[in-house]
């Protein structure tokens, strides 16, 4: 049985085989056991690249070779590929997290650090802004904003925002903990939030805005859906800290 043009493509995409790989291991997986030379003739790729292509797809796991004259070929269940490959993908992963993990402590980083501050300071205040629509666009926008913080951050919202805002904060809240970030939240909402070393406040506007160290702040608006929430990002010191004044004096 051969399969459609779509299907092996999605294989190709999934599995990170390229396209000989894929057209000799279902072509295997069709017959179950066969020889080189047969596969050629199913698969359609030419006899001289497939027993480079079945080296390859041995070493990954899709088949096993039957030692023999002449040598044969065993395709290995699906499911415990699909097993195989989960395990790869989570180990290439943590890899890559520990390698980018320690690039911050390097002196590439610190190079990257200070060409940033070095271009920042050419920038206008008035284009530094930014504008996000949707609503796990504005969680992923958040996210990145509290671990930019480096000395306090406030959190405003009410009823409708305080389950994503607890949510994205909880996330990040050991980062923030290690740095000594001081954590302010306010809600007008009448529930019990459980967030250690946050400081928990009540308040009685009706808002929702995110202040990182008094230098950029992010107002969230929610739409009648999800993919219509949206938030304006603002980054001007003067401007973000001469709001929270304004905000911590009406608190009085």
Known sequence: MLMQKESIQ????????????????????????AAASELAVISGVPRSRCY????????????????????KYIAVEPEAVLDRVQ????????????????????????????LHKTGIKKVNVEDITDYVVGRNKVNSFMKDMLLRAKKSVTI???EDGIKNKVKVLRKVKDNLSKKKVKIK??????????LHNVEVLSTKHDARFVN????????VMAGKDPEYDSG??????HFVSALNGLFEKSLK
């Open 87 to 114: 395990k790869k993908l989570q180990e290439d992963a943590e890899q890559q997290i520990e390698s980018v993990e320690k690039l911050s402590e390097t002196d590439i980083f610190k190079e990257l650090e200070l």
């Open 10 to 33: 999605e294989l190709r995409e999934r599995f990170k085989l390229n396209i000989y790989e894929i057209k000799i291991w279902t072509a295997l997986l069709s017959r179950g056991i």
């Open 185 to 194: 939240f306010y809600t007008n909402a009448n529930v019990n939030v459980d």
């Open 232 to 237: 304006v990002w603002i980054k001007s010191p």
């Open 156 to 158: 405003v919202t009410n």
């Open 212 to 219: 990182i160290d008094n230098e950029e702040i992010f107002f």
């Open 52 to 71: 480079d292509v079945l080296e390859s797809l041995e070493k990954k796991g899709f088949i096993i070779m039957k030692i023999g004259k002449p040598i």
